[in-house]
Nanobody, 115 residues
Framework: QVQLVESGGRLVQPGGSLRLSCAASGTIFTFNTMGWYRQAPGKERELVATITNGGNTNYADSVKGRFTISRENAKNTVYLQMNSLKREDTAVYYC?????????WGKGTLVTVSS
């Protein structure tokens, strides 16, 4: 099974930027859709952004215009560029890969937005 490993989370000040990476142990074409989700303390996991094999993207309203999801197929990696970060973006960010018979999650990377 293809494993997903997130990286890039850290402490960042409000208004700052951060890029998260999700590296797959195999080809990301195993999945029809790759995505980023997040879970803030005391809250349920929520969708942040998704990208299909065809490059179609979808974003949560709360991040539209600030976050960008992209993929680099040759590196089997998906990215989440986060700009204009807000305190409410603080959460553990999870990478997800979903296909017709698979649904894989990474272990998450912590993003803390604080001054």
């Amino acid at each position: 099974q293809v494993q997903l490993v997130e990286s890039g989370g850290r402490l960042v000040q409000p208004g700052g930027s951060l890029r998260l990476s999700c590296a797959a142990s195999g080809t990301i074409f195993t999945f029809n859709t790759m995505g980023w989700y997040r879970q803030a303390p005391g809250k349920e996991r929520e969708l942040v952004a998704t990208i299909t094999n065809g490059g179609n993207t979808n974003y949560a309203d709360s991040v539209k215009g600030r976050f960008t999801i992209s993929r680099e197929n040759a590196k089997n990696t998906v990215y989440l560029q986060m700009n204009s970060l807000k305190r409410e973006d603080t959460a553990v960010y999870y990478c997800n890969g979903r296909g017709s018979v698979v649904n894989s999650w990474g272990k998450g990377t912590l993003v803390t937005v604080s001054s």
